[in-house]
């Protein structure tokens, strides 16, 4: 290896047939054409703009061209397609052509390549750049760039192209650092300062934050992967004095230090000196906290750079790559996260950052990472356990966020079996957090103890009993006062609201309060606050034991004695655990009232209670349903109020048409405002049966429906997901569809002037059954089709219609229509307004066949349209059908044009 110089011998070794070959044709044009193609990868002859630029460009004549591209093709340098387009064979191939041709031969000057193709190709430019740089002497080559590239430059700069300059820049950074860096200056320099409210920015959660191509922060960007070190450090302080004259354009700087200044995969093999920069950087701005812009920027940096897994992505070969990977644990990274931890709690002496600092401590207690990252952890916790130690004067155990937050980052420690002194975890412990413990499920706990979703129910269960025995009166009352500390922690601090206990609370009142006297005073207290924890999704248990302790219509006294919020939901439950035998006629006229005064929200969607009112009123079900219909239109995002009255599991769904009767048409408005009827499609054709039974007119009433969902509906979305099989399975199949077909085509025709394809009938016609089961209602199909077809042949609209729904069937089932049609109606005219391919329509409804075409266009796929038209042509041997017979031939040649076109594309693509 030492005898080799340079590792363009390696290349000239290796490579050394195909030069003899080349050079024994003594045409120099040949390794010319074959620079040109390392440069292209891919020419193709019928693009003539690009046959002109390269015949003007190179001097040399297009016939001459492709003659030595052939000539290369005898050398399998190049794959030629259809002796139409050709393409370099090999990349490593086309690196050493490109270096030959252009750096140590100069056959070409590279000149033509920028003042001719650049910024046009400048993917080529990089495509072809890199790897030359890489693999040959990188500093003879830029010697070689240099005056071109200064040209360009200078060129662009007086013709004040600035967005082709920053092209330039960014394709020739590599070796233009300083001059680029001295623009940026420049640029930033001539900016306004924006005059902004800085309490009002703040850094997005999510990552979707756009850097303009082309910008100076896209320019800057080129350093985040540089070898040079102060010049990564002045195009830092470079985006910190953009950052200074344009604060709102804080995401977009954050983007960029934790992107493409942020960790990558080999960050560790330069010590992570690029984060340590970045990190350097930001806390001398940050100034102890003077700086409130660079502060937020500093914290949310921090927060990422302190992430235990990254995500990096990688574009090669036209393929984007997403990688995951945690940073090697090296003492450079221990020392920069050391850094980084100690940069945050040094603002935490500024009582405005206080809040982020402690909830980057929550973030970072929720970590997740699927590599082994304990070392990291346990590195982490000398900062921060340090941290919570010698701060008491301000990391104070009596505030219970700052408990739970201590308690949330042990339970990190101890889930990932880091060990700390257990006396942190005895101090930071108040009544607050305590109670907080009781009625939070902790999953640490779940696993320690090796529980199952059960026994750990069973477990909470003893704990609140035993931790709550003794407690009277006041107790209660002190328990709520730390419930609203809870509550208020959890909404304000930034943590998700699901984190409080509702529930748990409702379990506690059940539960512990034993003695009735004072189970009805702690209820009193409760609803008098107005019910503030929201148990009103909990208040079963609560109502059934008032009921028990104090009777049905003192019950129903203590519930409307107080005005609140959620009062209404408290109602619905005690109508719901109403013993039947206390139902009254008041009762139930009460209950219609509170129906027609509630908002959907506050309406239990359970209808099985009602059954026990039935005796007073036969159509209670249907009555309420009215209530709950008359309601929708003026409401929006509500629950589905009818999910239990359709559910298969309830006792109303069993009874469904008889508690309906008379009442059939508030049934069948139900059935089609419930959105989750309509998504859940077994249950939802179980419905449909029932009714279409009651009434063989509702399959009508259903397509007028569809129709008015899809010309009227807000959502672009909506989806008929009912499947229409079962219609084939009625014995008066004939009698139940003809109408449908005749009144689908009517509002085709109202809808339009010429009938649409992807109608509902072809839904009808798509069979979800098995392949026994679909040979009986294909048969059926058949029948009904060509019954319609031989009667109404001549109505072309209708043929039209029905044979749109044949494009959906497999090509071997299509024939019988077509040929059916020909023999009734032979005008030509009519049979070119045929459906006789397929169209994309939704998956579902597409045949084997056609999904292929519609999902990838497929050229197997089209071949088999190619095959089916084919098949049709004998249909057409007869005299007054030879122009159909054309017709379709063209077509023919229309597919086989399509199959060459995508034949070339894939080529190209390759």
């Known amino acids: 290896i030492q005898s080799i110089n340079n590792v363009s ?66 050398f399998e340098l190049v794959d030629i397609y259809e002796n139409e387009i050709a393409r370099i064979s090999d990349q490593v191939l086309a690196t050493y052509l490109f270096y030959l041709t252009f750096f140590k031969e100069k056959l070409l000057k590279f000149s033509v390549l920028l003042d001719n193709f650049f910024p046009q190709f400048q993917y080529n430019f990089v495509d072809a750049l890199n790897p030359v740089l890489s693999a040959f002497d990188s500093k003879e080559i830029i010697k070689i760039l240099t005056p071109d590239v200064d040209r360009v430059w200078e060129n662009y700069e007086v013709a004040r192209d600035e967005k082709s300059l920053i092209q330039l820049m960014k394709l020739f950074g590599f070796f233009k650092q300083t001059e680029i860096l001295i623009y940026a200056k420049y640029f930033i320099g001539k900016m306004a300062v924006e005059s902004v409210d800085i309490s009002t920015l703040d850094i997005p959660s999510n990552s979707n934050i756009h850097i303009p191509q082309d910008s100076i922060l896209d320019l800057l960007s080129l350093f985040g992967n540089s070898d040079e070190q102060n010049s990564q450090k002045i195009a830092i302080d470079l985006l910190f004095e953009y950052l200074t004259k344009k604060p709102q354009e804080l995401p977009q700087v954050f983007c960029l230090l934790t992107k493409t200044f942020g960790f990558q995969r080999d960050s560790y093999i330069t010590k992570f000196i690029t984060q340590s920069i970045v990190i350097d950087k930001l806390l001398e701005k940050v100034n102890e906290g003077k700086n409130e812009l660079f502060a937020k920027l500093f914290f949310g940096v921090a927060e990422k750079y302190l992430d235990l897994q990254f995500d990096t992505s990688q574009m090669k070969k036209k393929e984007f790559t997403l990688y995951q990977f945690s940073p090697p644990t090296t003492p450079e990274l221990f020392e920069l996260r050391k850094k980084i931890w100690r940069g945050i709690f040094q603002l935490y002496q500024i009582d405005i950052f206080q809040k982020k600092v402690i909830n980057l401590i929550h973030t970072y207690s929720n970590s997740f990472s699927k590599f082994t990252v304990s070392e990291i952890i346990k590195q982490d916790a000398l900062e921060v356990l340090e941290f919570i130690e010698f701060l008491k004067d301000k990391f104070n155990p009596k505030d219970y966020y700052h408990c739970l937050i201590v308690q949330k980052y042990l339970d ?105 006297d004072l189970y009805l ?56 655990l109403l ?52 309601k929708i239109n003026q409401q929006k995002n509500y629950p589905d109020p009818f999910d239990f009255l359709f559910n298969r599991y309830t006792q109303v769904n069993e009874l469904l048409i008889e508690l309906f009767t008379g009442k059939l048409d508030v049934l069948k408005r139900a059935y089609l405002s419930s959105p989750n009827i309509r998504v859940h499609s077994s249950n939802s054709k179980d419905i449909f049966i029932r009714i279409l039974d009651a009434d063989q007119n509702f399959i009508i009433e259903y397509i007028d429906w569809v129709y008015s969902q899809k010309q009227f509906s807000n959502s672009y979305y909506f989806q008929d997901n009912l499947d229409y099989t079962f219609l084939w399975q009625y014995e008066n199949y004939q009698e139940l569809i003809t109408p449908v077909v005749e009144h689908i085509y009517q509002k085709e025709k109202e809808l339009s002037s010429s009938i649409s394809r992807n109608t509902i009938l072809e839904r009808i016609f798509f069979l979800q059954i098995t392949e026994e089961e679909k040979f009986i209602l294909e048969d059926r199909q058949n029948k009904l089709l060509k019954s319609l077809m031989e009667n109404r042949y001549t109505d072309i609209d209708l043929m039209q219609l029905l044979l749109s729904v044949t494009t959906t069937f497999p090509y071997e089932r299509r024939y019988q229509f077509i040929n059916l049609f020909c023999k009734h109606n032979p005008n030509f005219e009519d049979f070119k307004k045929l459906p006789l391919e397929p169209y994309v329509k939704n998956y579902k409804e597409l045949s084997s066949e056609d999904y292929i075409l519609s999902s990838s266009k497929n050229i197997e796929a089209t071949h088999k349209i190619v095959e089916y038209l084919k098949s049709l042509l004998p249909i057409f041997n007869r005299v007054e059908l030879l122009d159909h017979k054309q017709y379709v031939e063209q077509k023919i040649k229309d597919f086989q044009k399509w199959i060459e076109d995508e034949k070339k594309e894939d080529f190209l693509r390759d």
């Not at 139902?583 to 509630?598: A, G, I, P, R």
């Open 579 to 630: 013993p039947e035998e206390k139902v009254t006629s008041d009762y139930l006229e009460k209950l219609y009232s509170l129906y027609q005064q509630s908002e959907l929200d506050e309406i239990r969607q359970r209808f099985d209670f009602l059954l026990k009112y039935r005796h007073l009123d036969k159509n209670v079900v249907a009555q309420v349903t009215e209530i709950i219909l008359s």
């Open 9 to 74: 011998d390696v290349y000239d070794e290796y490579y050394s047939s195909i030069r003899k070959d080349i050079e024994d044709f003594k045409d120099e044009s040949l390794l010319e054409v074959a620079g040109i193609f390392a440069f292209f990868q891919v020419v193709d002859n019928s693009n003539d703009e690009m046959m002109e630029k390269i015949q003007t460009a190179f001097n040399i004549e297009r016939e001459i061209f492709w003659e030595a591209v052939r000539k290369l093709y005898k």
């Open 412 to 516: 990190f420690l101890e889930s990932h079996q880091i060990e700390f002194n257990n006396e942190i975890r005895e101090r930071f412990v108040n009544e607050t957090y305590e109670v907080s413990r009781i009625l939070s499920d902790n999953l640490n706990e779940i696993k320690n103890c090796y529980l199952d979703g059960k026994e750990y129910e069973q477990f909470k269960q003893n704990q609140i009993k035993e931790y709550f025995a003794n407690y009277n009166f006041k107790d209660y009352h002190d328990f709520f006062d730390k419930c609203h500390e809870i509550k208020a922690v959890t909404k304000e601090k930034n943590h998700y609201s699901s984190e409080f206990p509702s529930g748990r609370i409702a379990e506690v009142l059940f539960l512990t309060c034993e003695n009735s």
């Open 521 to 576: 005073d702690v209820l009193k207290d409760y609803l008098k606050r107005g019910d503030p924890f929201q148990i009103n999704n909990f208040p079963f248990p609560l109502i059934e034991k008032l009921i028990k302790i104090s009777g049905v219509e003192k019950a129903f006294e203590l519930l409307n004695q107080f005005d609140f919020y959620s009062k209404r939901k408290w109602l619905f439950g005690f109508y719901n």
